[in-house]
């Protein structure tokens, strides 16, 4: 029966039966064809070269116009990915740029600080000197050490210049005076020891005190003003009174302020003290204690020949 209009043919069996083995034919030789096509390519590629170079420009030709059309989207979608990755480094970059900014200032602020403080030391050192101060640097060659002792050994005396009373120092500060003169040595006397004392002035107020060392790494102060206030930090100095050390050298801070006794931390490492700077500033304040005890002598035996008489 034949179709009707808007049917669709279906294929018959003897149609069916011939396209089996054509298809099953060209699916066994199709590798053989295709080696076989690219064989005589290259033959006729030897034989014939103008002839596949035009062949080969012509399909070029052709395909550029797509491989451009397809590449502009790609190069679209690049561009794109490359300016969000500039735009999160410029992110990055200014953030640190802000911070490096931030330190510059500080830096900036703490060289213009130095600055002043650099104008201030230049103006200083114009200053005229003391022609009587001298120094002499001597290394420490002896710690005698002990619960009861707190003085050093210097390789340095007499023939070096170096006198009883004359204030010893590191580069941190004050480390004591002068106590015994030899030929060739010396003995200083450190601001812990218990004989040692040292008028002080101490804080902004410039509180007055005596610092005495009681053979500990803290000395106390003492004779302070019933309204002296004082605080943890506050600088220790000598004052200047008692004609013993100039003013202004520095001593130490206050480490401790309690209700039996104030505290100082120097400022001279013992542990580390190798080299003392011994310096002369012609201070008439420590006395020969040999001769007052002769005058005094003198003197009563004045009064006892005159009550004789």
């Given amino acids: 029966m034949a179709a009707t209009g808007g049917s669709v043919n279906k294929p018959t069996g003897s149609e069916i039966r011939v396209a089996s083995p054509l298809k099953a034919w060209a699916s066994r030789f199709a590798l053989l064809l295709l080696v076989g096509a690219a064989f005589g390519l290259m033959l006729i590629g030897r034989t014939n ?6 062949t080969r420009t012509a399909v070029t030709d052709m395909v550029t116009p797509i491989l451009d059309a397809v590449s502009q989207p790609v190069d679209t ?21 802000k911070e490096q900014n931030a330190r510059l200032l500080h830096w900036q602020a703490v060289a213009r600080r130095l600055e002043a403080e650099n104008a201030a030391l230049r103006d200083l050192n114009q200053m005229v000197p003391d022609p009587g101060m001298r120094h002499i640097t001597a290394r420490v060659v002896g710690d005698p050490g002990g619960a009861f002792v707190r003085s050093v050994l210097i390789n340095a005396g007499e023939r070096n210049g170096v006198e009883k009373g004359q204030a010893a120092t590191t580069g941190a500060g004050l480390a004591g005076r002068v106590a015994e003169v030899g030929v060739r040595s010396a003995r200083v006397l450190l601001v812990t020891d218990i004989n040692s004392r040292i008028p002080v002035a101490v804080g902004d107020g410039r509180e007055r005190a005596v610092l005495a060392g009681d053979n500990t790494n803290a000395p106390q102060l003492l004779y302070l003003g019933p309204t002296a206030q004082l605080q943890v930090g506050d600088q220790v100095s000598t004052s200047g009174h008692g004609g013993v050390f100039p003013p202004g050298l520095p001593i130490g801070v206050v480490s401790a302020v309690g209700e039996t006794a104030i505290r100082v931390e120097p400022f ?23 001769s007052v005890e002769a005058e005094r002598a003198e003197r009563a035996a004045a009064a006892q020949e005159e009550a004789s008489r």
């Avoid at 410029?90 to 953030?95: A, E, G, I, P, W």
């Avoid at 001279?268 to 500033?281: A, K, Q, T």
Wanted: overall charge negative; glycine content about 4%; aromatic content about 10%.
């Fill in 49 to 54: 070269s103008f002839l596949v170079e035009e």
């Fill in 77 to 97: 979608f690049s561009g794109v990915i490359d300016q969000a990755e500039t735009l999160a480094n410029l992110q990055s970059q200014n953030v640190s740029l």
């Fill in 268 to 290: 001279v490492d013992w542990s580390h003290m190798e080299v003392l700077r011994i310096v002369d500033y012609e201070m008439s304040g420590i006395l020969d204690f040999q």
